[in-house]
């Protein structure tokens, strides 16, 4: 029986950010996740939606760091949705940069 190897099983979302960086993104941590999937429409929690997308962010295979300034300073409110609402497809299982 082939052995099963967590290497060749890595899939990666590659982001283009508005200035035309781009970054090579891993799947989350539990923690990450978890921040994502309790997030609400409150005004605090847009403040923990920054902070969170500038975490997913930052871990960039690059090395490119985030902070939520600089998320702000990249991406209008409809851009962090649309960001989060992708990233989710990914890390659910979308075909977006599979390896």
């Known amino acids: 029986m082939k052995t099963f190897s967590f290497k060749e099983k890595k899939r990666y979302f590659p982001v283009e950010l508005p200035d035309g960086t781009k970054i090579t993104l891993p799947g989350p941590k539990k923690k990450t996740m978890d921040t994502l999937a309790n997030l609400e429409g409150?005004?605090?929690s847009f403040n923990e939606i920054y902070a969170v997308v500038s975490e997913v962010l930052s871990t960039n295979?690059?090395?490119?760091p985030f902070?939520?300034?600089d998320v702000d300073d990249l991406l209008?409110?409809?851009d962090i949705f649309d960001f989060v609402q992708a990233y989710t497809a990914f890390v659910q299982g979308g075909t977006v940069g599979k390896n």
């Open 76 to 78: 209008d409110v409809t």
């Open 67 to 69: 902070t939520p300034k």
């Open 42 to 44: 409150s005004a605090e």
């Open 61 to 64: 295979l690059e090395g490119r």
